[in-house]
């Protein structure tokens, strides 16, 4: 009977699956496991890779091999992976990542088992960088024993969690429809979680979370309207699910990614259009007046006017 589930997400990681699933096989369990790899139909010779360890591995790796590429991020392929998932627990890792102690999935398992109140458990994970950028922890020394959904929810986006870090209870059966239409898979499924149960914390540095051009937060583009009408939407699905109780903070979440999206590229040249989201941004996120009357100016005003307000105003110094 498999205990746990070990889902590696993965599409275009020729580079880094070897060492993904390498980890996953160098685990010392008491119980036994499994080992799904999801490819969302890598061309870069993944796929055969991952073919290579079921042969070496029959019935322990077990390859989900998608016909075509399923989109959303990846969230997709997530989702069908799962499906197929035989554990009590999952743990899910991105197949750019690796972990890095061979108790990792014994002392997350041990966790929810000592604790049926938990519906997740996640450890501290080391961060490293593609472009040299100096590697650091993700989490701090000033860390909670676990985490409730209040301290998921805020007016800016809150993350803490490594993929590679968590272990779930496989306590969801079917995820909501809006579910799969974000980019985001982390966020919501965090925030689904805690409304079963604590989030527990083990301070080990068990993971290794890649910052690599090939990883999915790459596809987080902050300047691109489908991204960002992506996350309000996302953030709006999730207010709805939590019946509102977070709204005056989830509104002012929702607020900044209209902020943002008044420097879109694709609003660039559109002076009505970036004017009605100033509108909804001053609305939603009710900023201070410094804020505001920042936005009004550069967003609001139209620019001829706002050219001779300025001439007006400096007339008694000319």
């Known amino acids: 009977m498999v205990k746990v589930s070990v889902l590696i997400i993965t599409y275009n990681q020729h580079k880094f699956i070897r060492a993904a699933i390498d980890s996953a096989l160098a685990q010392r369990t008491t119980f036994p496991i499994e080992i799904l790899v999801g490819d969302d139909f890598s061309k870069d010779g993944t796929r055969e890779i991952i073919q290579e360890y079921e042969q070496k591995h029959p019935g322990l790796v077990i390859g989900v091999l998608h016909p075509h590429n399923m989109g959303k991020n990846g969230g997709i392929n997530c989702l069908e992976t799962l499906k197929l998932a035989k554990g009590e627990y999952w743990a899910l890792m991105d197949g750019d990542d690796y972990w890095t102690d061979p108790l990792k999935l014994q002392k997350q398992a041990d966790l929810l088992d000592a604790h049926p109140d938990y519906s997740t458990v996640f450890n ?32 800016d986006e809150i993350w803490f969690m490594a993929t590679s870090s968590t272990m779930f209870r496989n306590n969801i059966k079917e995820y909501p429809a809006w ?140």
């Not at 002076?271 to 920042?294: C, S, T």
Request: proline share 5%.
């Open 124 to 155: 501290n994970a080391l961060i490293t960088y593609e472009d040299g950028t100096p590697s650091h922890l993700l989490n701090g020394l000033v860390m909670k024993p676990y985490y409730e959904l209040d301290d998921l929810i805020g007016e």
């Open 179 to 318: 579910f799969s239409e974000s980019s985001s898979g982390d966020i919501p499924r965090l925030i689904l979680k805690a409304k079963l149960g604590k989030i527990g914390y083990i301070p080990d540095v068990m993971s290794v979370y890649r910052k690599n051009r090939g990883g999915a937060s790459f596809a987080d583009n902050y300047a691109d309207e489908t991204f960002l009408r992506n996350r309000i939407q996302m953030y709006s699905d999730i207010n709805k699910e939590l019946d509102y109780r977070y709204d005056h903070l989830l509104r002012r979440n929702i607020a900044r990614y209209y902020r943002m999206m008044l420097d879109a590229k694709q609003y660039k040249n559109s002076y009505f259009r970036r004017a009605q989201l100033a509108v909804k941004y001053l609305y939603l996120g009710k900023p201070g007046w410094d804020k505001a009357k920042l936005v009004i100016r550069d967003y609001i005003v139209p620019q001829p006017l706002a050219k001779l307000y300025s001439t007006i105003r400096l007339l008694p110094y000319r």
